[in-house]
């Protein structure tokens, strides 16, 4: 299992890089579904960041990995619940998937002044998929301004996960329109460096249009057993 994954993972680093052409991209592994021993083979490896989807099963698996003594970097990915805000707050470093007013004030409130503030980025359902999370891009600009104005969360940037029966790559397409948001909201705030887009299907492309991090999981991990 190690071999695999271990190839898997130099892979996917060496065409982050080579995409990148000397720009800084960071590589999420998302690794929902994946046992703690697949994460924890990983981080040995050196891989820090690691995305998440589900609070359940993501809180067991980070304690076991805290044991480990390594650096890592927890980015909370999936659809969030006001009522799963506190869990999210306390254990996670990024939530990649902020899209309402609601979850800036249930984070701020449930982030410890002892820790650093959490990192966020504002998800954009940039395709205006009726049924997907994520807020309309014209929504953005207010999302901002209340993260910005709570000490303990720091706006970094946006996450999307485009309508993959569409060309996210083409010349206008969900990679530049967000490319394009990304630049205008860099530009007034003073701590966004962060454009998360692209999975395993896509990141390269993602990487070509401005993407500055990647979450990748089944090009490292295999094909994940289907959810219920
Ligand atoms: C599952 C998931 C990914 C990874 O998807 P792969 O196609 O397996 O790379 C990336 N981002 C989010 C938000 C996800 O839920």
Redesign the pocket.
Known sequence: MSDALLEAWRAARGAVETAAAGRPVTLVA?S?TRSHDEVATLARFGQRDF?E?YVQEALPKMAACARLGLPFEWHF??PLQSNKAREVATHFDWV??VDRPKLVAALAGYRSSERAPLNVLIQVNIDEEASKSGCRPADIDDLARRIDAEPMLRLRGLMA?PDPARDAAAPGGAFERLRGLFEALRARYRDVDTLSMG???DYLDAIRCGATMV?????LFGP?PPRD
Do not use: F, L, T, Y
Request: charged content about 20%.
């Open positions: 998302v929902k995305g989807n990915i999936g990649q998937s996960i999975m395993s299907d979450r990748i999981g089944s090009a994940r």
